[in-house]
């Protein structure tokens, strides 16, 4: 079959919930919209706390069912690294399913995303049979032996955002099972459709029925009994800080362990000297790209007094020039917005500016097509009271100010209760290395626009999460510490 009849295919049926490695249709049904038309194009399960509850059950029979603790770690790892095939070998089809839901560039998904995701797994792939604890001296040399064994945490509950929703799926599936555990997957409700497909791409790989189960549904509803579930050892979360929060207070029923990946609203600072052209184009690209529905994009911009009218001329161009258009446009640079909902929510923002005195220098407008579409945007004369500077917009919104000194710019960059990213260009290398510490985020990106790489830890400070995602401490948030002492 063509991927495109595939395609055809998958969006016609009658989308359940996976539990025990078999679907469950029965219920109410959500519509999934594509953003570039607002039309519906499949619809998926809108499943209940009863949902949840046998998809925890099941979750937890496969974590205690022996075969699933005899598993060695390399086979872990053979199916990790199977996974990995197989979503390269559903590109397109997955590709096709991704941009249909999401909105975003489909080149863009098959140049980044999938190849990102196949990335994630075969790295977690390689931490199955890496697992260790430690030998450790302890006061009675000789009396004692003491040493700490890692195991995993139990049944994870995995919740994930809409803005890339293939890749979050695989950021928290990879390292779980990696660990050991057992999921309950809950994919945002305006995109599930690829968490569905990889569910059933990692049951061909081989993973025995019960280890990874999806239910789909609103966040209050699915998400929020999964929160709460006394039968959820551990949450990961991607999402809003205000989200975040209410899955903090859920959790605290069975204090489950929780890993949190939320907001931001990251710097990019650039000084006189630095490589202007570059820095210009990543300033843009940095709040423009997947049209600033990014927890690490770079949405408000610091430049020096001396190349501010330069840096930021050249950044309206750039978002001037930007062809807005749906994902399969071979010509398109920057899609919808996920939701009528949350065009409205950054249309409010952009009226708030406005009101509050701020100067919309470019953009500022939805386009009037089907779709929800909404213009690059620059924001000049804005304050750090107003809510455009001080909040999450998640959209293509991006406020400007100018700084005279480093520490003049590192307190305005740190005043913000997020800490996710920071962004800063310059050639020298005091400059770097003092705003390398200096700035309280959690990634620090000196001369470059970005980037991930699954060994390289990557999370918030302050309200911008808890815990580390990819590397070894990616690994840790589905592990926990068993110390051992044994006597003479
Ligand atoms: P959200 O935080 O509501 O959604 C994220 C996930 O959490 C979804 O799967 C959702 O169903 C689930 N959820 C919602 N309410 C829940 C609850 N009470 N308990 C458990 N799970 C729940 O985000 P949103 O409403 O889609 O977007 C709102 C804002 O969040 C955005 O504008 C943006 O500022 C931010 N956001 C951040 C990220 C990120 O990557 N950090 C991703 C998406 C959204
Ligand atoms: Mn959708």
Known sequence: MSSHAEVEVFLSRKHGHLIDGAWLTAGERIEVVNPATGKSIASVAAGTAEDVDKAVRAARRAFEDA????????????WLWTIADLIESHAEELAELEYLDNGKSRSVILKGDIPAAADVFRYFAGWATKIYGQTLAVSRPGTLHAYTVKEPVGVAGLITPWNFPLLMAVWKLAPALAAGCTCVLKPAEETPLTALRLAELVHEAGVPAGVVNVVTGYGHVVGAALAAHPGVDKVAFTGSTEVG???????AGNLKKLSLELGGKSPTIIFPDAKLPAAKQAAAMGIFFNAGQVCAAGSRLFVHRAVFDEVVDSVIASARAIRVAPGDDPQGQMGPLISAKHLQ???????????????????????QREGYFFQPTVLLDTRREMR????????????CGQFEDLDEVAREANDSIYGLSASVWTQDLNIAH?????????????????GLDPNLPFGGYKQSGWGREFGEEGLALYLQTKSVLIGA
């Open 434 to 450: 003092t705003l390398a510490r200096k700035l309280q985020a959690g990634s620090i990106r000196i001369n470059t626009g970005g």
């Open 388 to 399: 455009v500077t001080a909040e999450e917009i998640f959209g293509p919104v991006l406020v």
């Open 245 to 251: 929060k209410l899955i903090l207070q859920a959790a």
């Open 67 to 78: 075969s699933w603790s005899a598993c060695s770690p390399s086979q872990r790892g053979r």
């Open 345 to 367: 929510r950054v249309q409010g923002y952009v009226a708030s500016g406005r009101e509050e005195g701020a100067r919309v220098a470019v953009g500022g407008q939805r386009l």
